[in-house]
Each structure stands twice: as structure tokens, then as C-alpha cells.
């Protein structure tokens, strides 16, 4: 019985992981193995990085707030709770926002919240 070889489906699989692997340094590129071996960690980075940007961001949305209400003497815990006391219901990305480009009716919010 002939060999079963499949130079044409393997080569196709190859050319695609080494396609993936542009931009890798030496033989992260050119080998298939060590292609193969970077391309699925990078894989592996980019699933873990989709949940941490999240967290990132979040953290980034926080530390404007807190730097934001300080400038009107009120530390950033004290203002979120003030907030769930009046009952507004705006979230820190927004919150984050205006303190950047509104200024002025960021700081006409923290005020209402205050009294």
C-alpha cells in the first residue's frame, strides 16, 4: 500500500500559523514549530488581556473621579456613597468623562450631591 502523504493540506496549515506569526522575532517566524508555539501564547495573552483591559480601565475611570472630587474637597469613597445616598445612577465611565471635558457641570454635580 502507497504512503499517504498530504504536502498540499499540511503546507496550507503551515503557511497559515507562519502567516499569523508576522511581526515575531528570528525563527518565531519562520519555523512552523516555534510559529506555532508563539502564535498560540499570543493567543493565550490576547484572551487574558480582553478580561484585564476591562480592569484596567475601570481602575483608570476611578483614579480621574478621585482626582477630580478632590479638587472640590471630597475624597472619591465618600463621593460614590454621597451618589448612592441621592439616588443618581451614573456610572464611573461616564462620571470619569465628565470630570475630563465638563468640568463645570462636573463640578455642579458634586456640589448637589454635597448638600
Same mark, same amino acid.
Given at each position: ?27 518565531? #517566524? $519562520? %519555523?512552523?514549530? @516555534?510559529?506555532?508555539? *508563539?502564535?498560540? /501564547?499570543?493567543?493565550?495573552?490576547? +484572551? ?9 480601565? #475601570? $481602575? %483608570?475611570?476611578? @483614579?480621574?473621579?478621585? *482626582?477630580?472630587? /478632590?479638587?472640590?474637597?471630597?475624597? +472619591? ?39
Amino acid at each position: 500500500m502507497p504512503r499517504a502523504n498530504s504536502p498540499i493540506p499540511r503546507h496550507r496549515r503551515h503557511r497559515k500559523i507562519v502567516k499569523l506569526a508576522k511581526g515575531q522575532y528570528g525563527a518565531r #517566524r $519562520k %519555523l512552523y514549530k @516555534t510559529a506555532a508555539e *508563539a502564535v498560540e /501564547r499570543g493567543w493565550q495573552y490576547a +484572551y487574558r488581556d480582553r478580561r484585564n483591559k476591562k480592569r484596567s480601565f #475601570r $481602575k %483608570l475611570w476611578i @483614579t480621574r473621579i478621585n *482626582a477630580a472630587v /478632590r479638587q472640590h474637597g471630597l475624597s +472619591y469613597s465618600r463621593f460614590i456613597h454621597l451618589l448612592d445616598e441621592k439616588g443618581v445612577e451614573i456610572n464611573r465611565k461616564q462620571l470619569s468623562d465628565m470630570a475630563v471635558r465638563e468640568p463645570e457641570s462636573f463640578a455642579k454635580l458634586v456640589e448637589s450631591v454635597k448638600k
